[in-house]
């Protein structure tokens, strides 16, 4: 806001600046006009003294007389020689045998000098009040002032109104955003700041929606994924009610535990979903070996897959380690192999490598691989490839969200490819440098 305010003040400063210089120029050529016009009252006194005391006076007693006048009075007289009297330029205007002008001064204020030819022709009255004429009163500055105030309103308001309009729609979009409807947006574009906020503002709204729109997405995506283990726990219990049978009331309860199972796996996943979705908040980070981290959710999986092949390649080296939070990149790990092994035809190859200051985790499948067209789309929440939505190939649909979440929590980046033998590669992108391990205490003692 520093520079619309910066604009506003300047334009109010010359506005102001322009409209003083303009009434001085006024005014001045005014006073010059009304001078120019008509003698000032002090000319009506010359002319009295001229005819009265000097009418029937001799030259050379003219002097003495006028000395006496003088005495008291608060006039400048004197008596001039006529040749003297019409040099230079102090008496400019003219009116009968009078002529008068300012003296003594360029720019206000002025004394006033008054000419009077006397009888005869050969001497000149002149009579100057010191009381120093200038056109600027006290008066004359109150209309100066109150025109550059008003002036600098009037600018001000013509500067500021196209502003308060501006904010006045972002404030118009609020209230609709308030009432319910996400879809409103500031219709603001300017360059200035007030657009700027207005953009930003946008930004905003459009995020807020979006993240409204992906709850309300989220919230039917759970009642859906939930309506069919309820509804089996319910049958199942229906059923052992109905029967008196030990072994089928066993099968029946066996059958319930694991839905509730799939209920608080799915409700577990939720949590982290949206644990990460926060921005990963409470997410404490140390310098850990990725491989060996790796390495123990490899181990953890190859049990669980007896007929297909999971293989670990590390090409980094000893000493370097990862900033991040353990427990979060060992659960985005084991979910990318999740996926891989469900999906693989017989073999999974889980990589660890350097590319430049990057670390990378790369799961690598011989399955079907993942269609380019729905790439991006596999990493929203309940996503799945298959459109039954279907649990026969396992999952609830939040793995792959899962390793978003986390990759962004981590300022890393995920990227789907096509493996060179066909199938998925699915790459985690941690930001380099990476950090060095510390020495083992051994080595650290050893001499």
């Given at each position: 806001?520093?520079?619309?305010?910066?604009?506003?003040?300047?334009?109010?400063?010359?506005?102001?600046?322009?409209?003083?210089?303009?009434?001085?120029?006024?005014?001045?050529?005014?006073?010059?006009?009304?001078?120019?016009?008509?003698?000032p009252p002090l000319g009506r006194v010359a002319a009295a003294l001229?005819?009265?005391?000097?009418?029937?006076?001799?030259?050379?007693?003219?002097?003495?007389?006028?000395?006496?006048?003088?005495?008291?009075?608060?006039?400048?007289?004197?008596?001039?020689?006529?040749?003297?009297?019409?040099?230079?330029?102090?008496?400019?205007?003219?009116?009968?045998?009078?002529?008068?002008?300012?003296?003594?001064?360029?720019?206000?204020?002025?004394?006033?000098?008054?000419?009077?030819?006397?009888?005869?022709?050969?001497?000149?009255?002149?009579?100057?009040?010191?009381?120093?004429?200038?056109?600027?009163?006290?008066?004359?500055?109150?209309?100066?002032?109150?025109?550059?105030?008003?002036?600098?309103?009037?600018?001000?308001?013509?500067?500021?109104?196209?502003?308060?309009?501006?904010?006045?729609?972002?404030?118009?979009?609020?209230?609709?955003?308030?009432?319910?409807?996400?879809?409103?947006?500031?219709?603001?574009?300017?360059?200035?700041?007030?657009?700027?906020?207005a953009a930003r503002f946008n930004r905003m709204a459009a995020k807020?929606?979006?993240?409204?729109?992906?709850?309300?997405?989220?919230?039917?995506?759970?009642?859906?994924?939930?309506?069919?283990?309820?509804?089996?726990?319910?049958?199942?219990?229906?059923?052992?009610?109905?029967?008196?049978?030990?072994?089928?009331?066993?099968?029946?309860?066996?059958?319930?535990?694991?839905?509730?199972?799939?209920?608080?796996?799915?409700?577990?996943?939720?949590?982290?979903?949206?644990?990460?979705?926060?921005?990963?908040?409470?997410?404490?980070?140390?310098?850990?070996?990725?491989?060996?981290?790796?390495?123990?959710v490899v181990d953890r999986h190859r049990p669980l897959h007896p007929?297909?092949?999971?293989?670990?390649?590390?090409?980094?080296?000893?000493?370097?380690?990862?900033?991040?939070?353990?427990?979060?990149?060992?659960?985005?790990?084991?979910?990318?192999?999740?996926?891989?092994?469900?999906?693989?035809?017989?073999?999974?190859?889980?990589?660890?490598?350097?590319?430049?200051?990057?670390?990378?985790?790369?799961?690598?499948?011989?399955?079907?691989?993942?269609?380019?067209?729905?790439?991006?789309?596999?990493?929203?929440?309940?996503?799945?490839?298959?459109?039954?939505?279907?649990?026969?190939?396992?999952?609830?649909?939040?793995?792959?969200?899962?390793?978003?979440?986390?990759?962004?929590?981590?300022?890393?980046?995920?990227?789907?490819?096509?493996?060179?033998?066909?199938?998925?590669?699915?790459?985690?992108?941690?930001?380099?440098?990476?950090?060095?391990?510390?020495?083992?205490?051994?080595?650290?003692?050893?001499?």
């Open positions: 806001m520093k520079r619309l305010f910066l604009v506003i003040f300047l334009g109010v400063m010359v506005a102001m600046a322009l409209t003083g210089w303009v009434v001085s120029l006024i005014v001045s050529r005014d006073f010059d006009a009304r001078i120019r016009s008509a003698p001229a005819s009265e005391l000097f009418g029937q006076t001799a030259p050379e007693e003219r002097q003495p007389l006028l000395d006496r006048v003088v005495a008291g009075s608060g006039l400048r007289m004197r008596l001039l020689a006529a040749d003297e009297a019409s040099q230079g330029d102090t008496c400019p205007f003219h009116q009968g045998n009078l002529c008068w002008g300012r003296r003594g001064h360029q720019h206000p204020p002025f004394d006033m000098s008054v000419m009077v030819d006397l009888p005869g022709g050969d001497q000149v009255l002149e009579i100057t009040e010191a009381r120093r004429f200038s056109p600027w009163t006290t008066s004359t500055w109150l209309l100066i002032v109150g025109t550059m105030l008003a002036v600098a309103i009037a600018t001000g308001a013509v500067l500021a109104l196209p502003v308060v309009r501006r904010l006045r729609r972002v404030q118009d979009t609020a209230e609709r955003i308030e009432q319910g409807d996400l879809s409103a947006r500031a219709d603001v574009r300017s360059f200035d700041e007030v657009g700027v906020f807020l929606q979006e993240l409204v729109d992906g709850r309300s997405q989220m919230i039917q995506a759970v009642a859906h994924e939930l309506r069919t283990p309820v509804s089996r726990v319910r049958f199942g219990v229906e059923m052992m009610a109905d029967t008196d049978d030990p072994a089928a009331r066993e099968a029946r309860l066996r059958e319930v535990v694991k839905d509730l199972e799939e209920q608080d796996r799915l409700i577990q996943e939720l949590l982290l979903l949206i644990r990460y979705e926060s921005g990963g908040s409470g997410l404490a980070r140390s310098v850990f070996s990725p491989e060996d981290a790796v390495r123990a007929g297909k092949s999971l293989t670990l390649e590390c090409g980094l080296a000893s000493n370097v380690g990862l900033s991040a939070h353990r427990q979060s990149v060992e659960h985005a790990v084991a979910n990318l192999l999740s996926n891989a092994m469900r999906h693989a035809t017989g073999k999974v190859l889980c990589r660890l490598r350097c590319d430049g200051p990057d670390l990378l985790i790369e799961v690598e499948d011989d399955g079907p691989g993942i269609p380019e067209a729905e790439r991006s789309r596999v990493l929203e929440p309940f996503y799945r490839l298959d459109r039954s939505r279907s649990r026969d190939s396992g999952g609830v649909g939040l793995g792959l969200a899962i390793v978003d979440r986390v990759a962004r929590a981590h300022g890393a980046s995920l990227d789907i490819l096509d493996a060179e033998g066909g199938g998925a590669l699915v790459r985690l992108r941690f930001p380099g440098p990476c950090p060095e391990l510390p020495a083992p205490a051994d080595e650290v003692d050893r001499p």
